[in-house]
């Protein structure tokens, strides 16, 4: 009913940037929080970066400063602008929403099929 697509992963090196699009699409009533989840080989899966509807965030110690996330109602998207990449960065990311799909409905949470990040020179 719902879908999360990220896009823009790749390849960057040490120092660099990238940012990292979420578009939901579906059965949406409205979006919740959003947030942005990493995995890297043999490692859980960890928070990166949150953002409620109303434009709170917060973020993993590991990333402060060079991460930031935020969203675009409208546009039913999300984002996570990450600078000054590290190697230790390297990870897939994922999209995550809580959704509701009808008005006054409880809230549905969904996952994105995530998108490769890999810092390295």
């Known amino acids: 009913q719902v879908q999360l697509v990220e896009s823009g992963g790749g390849l960057v090196q040490p120092g660099g940037s990238l940012r990292l699009s979420c578009a939901a699409s579906g059965t949406i009533f409205s979006i919740n929080d959003m947030g942005w989840y990493r995995q890297a080989p043999g490692k859980q899966r960890e928070l990166v970066a949150g953002i409620s509807s109303g434009g709170n965030t917060n973020y993993a110690g590991s990333v402060k400063g060079r991460f930031t996330i935020s969203r675009d109602n409208a546009k039913k998207m999300a984002y996570l602008q990450m600078n000054s990449l590290k190697p230790e960065d390297t990870a897939v990311y994922y999209c995550?929403?809580?959704?509701?799909?009808?008005?006054?409905?409880?809230?549905?949470?969904?996952w994105g099929q995530g998108t490769q990040v890999t810092v390295s020179s």
């Open positions: 995550q929403a809580k959704v509701y799909r009808v008005r006054g409905d409880r809230l549905y949470d969904y």
